[in-house]
C-alpha cells in the first residue's frame, strides 16, 4: 500500500506503544500520550488527560465544567543519566455539587508537589543506600527535595508509633549536642522500636508519653530506668503496677564514677613519688573486668602492684567486684542475702566512698532486686543510643527537629549502613 495510507496507522501505533511505555515505565494511566522532546540534555513526555476522568479534587463529584487551564510539569524518573519530565495542562474544573473551582487531580502525583510517586519511590530506595548530598546529586534535584521525601516518609510509617501492645519498656536520656540539649527516648525491649521520642530530660519531658500511654489502654508489666529520682517518681505515678527494675551497667556506672573519684583523692593524698607513679594511670586498670585485662601489655601486674601500695584501694576495688554478683545469683532470695552482705561489709570498710554507696543501695533494694521478678536491662537502648550519636555525627547535626525526630523513630528497620 502506498505509504500515506500507512501512515495514520503508523501514528496510531506509536502513540499506542508511547501510552503503554509511560503507563508500565512511569505509572501514568488514564493520559494520553501527545509527543516527546529533547531540551538541555532532557526528556519531556508531553501529555493530555482523558476527560473522561475528570471529577472535582475536592468532592470527587463528577459534575463539573471546564474553566481554563494550568501548565504543570513533574519530575519522573530518568532514562540513564537523562532527567525525565512529565508535561500537560491541567485541567481547571467549576464543580455543580460544591460550587468550588480546583484543579482536577492529578493521578500520578500528590498535590503541590513537583514529582510523581514512581520519582518519590526511587529517591527513597537510593537513601537507603546512599546520602541525602549523594541522592541529590546523583538525580540533580535540591538536598531540601530529597529530605522533603524522606521526611514525608517517614511521617506517613512512623508519627505515631502504637502504644497499646507494649509490655516492657526502658527510658533514658541522650545528649544529643552543647549547650545541655537532650532528648529522653523510650524504647519497646520486646521490638526494639523507639516508641517516644521527648524533648530535654527528667519528668517533664515524658508528659507527652503518659498521655498517649493512656489513651492506648496499654498495661504495661515492667520498666527498665537508671536510679533517678524523676525517674522513679514518674513512673510510680504513672504505671503504680509495674515492676520498676534500676538498670544494672547504671548502678556499676555510678560505682566506677564514684571509684575514679576516689582514686584522684588517693593519688593526690600519696605520699612519696613512688606512690604517685604506681597509681598514676590505673584508672581504666581498675575499672576494667579481670578477665579483659591485657597480659601482654603487662596489665594484671601493674594492677596487683598498685593495689599491694594501697590498702584502701584494693578494698573498693574487690568490692567492685563482688557488686557485679549481685545479678548473679541463683534467685531472688539469695540475691537479697547477697546486696544486704555487700552493704554492710561496705558500711563496716571504715571508707567514705563505700559508706555512702552502701546508703545509695539500700535506698534502692527493692528496684535493683526488682531484676529477679523481671530480668530486663536498658543495654538494648544504650545501643539504640550509640546508634543515634552514629546517625547525627555522619549526617554532621540535624537542623530540623523534627525530621532528627522521626529518623530515630526508623532505626530499628535500619538493616544498612546508617547514613545521614
Partial sequence: PP?????????????????????????????????????????????????????????????????GQVERRFRSLPIGDRPVWI?????????????????TAIAFADERRGYTHTFERYVLDLSRRMTIKDVARHLGVGWDTVKEIQKRNLQRRFACPKLKHLKHIAI?????????????????LDSGAVVFVGEGKGADSLLPFWKRLRGAHARIKAVATDMSPAYIAAVRENLPKAIHVFDRFHVVKLFNEKFSL????????????????????????????PENLDDERDERKRLEKALALNKPLATVYYMKEDLRQIWDQEDKRAAEIFLDD?????????IRMLQQFAVTLGAHRSGILAYYDCPITT??????????????RQAYGFRDQEFFKLKIYALHQTTYALVG
Avoid at 555487700?342 to 571504715?350: K, L
Avoid at 543495654?379 to 547525627?392: H, S, V
Wanted: proline fraction near 2%; charged fraction near 20%.
Fill in 342 to 350: 555487700w552493704i554492710a561489709r561496705a558500711r563496716c570498710s571504715g
Fill in 87 to 103: 508535561e500537560l495542562s491541567v485541567q481547571r474544573l467549576w464543580c455543580a455539587g460544591c460550587g468550588k473551582t480546583r484543579q
Fill in 379 to 392: 543495654a538494648a537502648l544504650e545501643g539504640t543510643n550509640n546508634k543515634i550519636k552514629t546517625m547525627q
Fill in 262 to 289: 576516689f582514686r584522684q583523692e588517693l593519688q593526690r593524698e600519696a605520699e612519696g613519688p613512688l606512690h604517685k607513679k604506681v597509681l598514676k594511670g590505673t584508672r581504666w586498670l581498675l575499672l576494667k573486668n
Fill in 172 to 188: 533514658d536520656e541522650i545528649s544529643i549536642g552543647h549547650g545541655h540539649r537532650y532528648l529522653t527516648v523510650v524504647l519497646d
Fill in 3 to 67: 505509504r500515506s495510507t500507512l501512515f495514520p496507522y503508523t501514528t496510531l501505533f506509536r502513540s499506542f506503544m508511547s501510552t503503554s511505555l509511560l503507563y508500565h515505565g512511569w505509572g501514568l494511566r488514564g493520559y494520553h500520550y501527545l509527543g516527546t522532546r529533547y531540551e538541555a540534555g532532557t526528556i519531556r513526555f508531553r501529555v493530555q488527560q482523558n476527560p473522561a476522568t475528570f471529577c472535582c479534587a475536592h468532592c470527587g463529584s463528577r459534575a463539573v465544567m471546564k474553566s
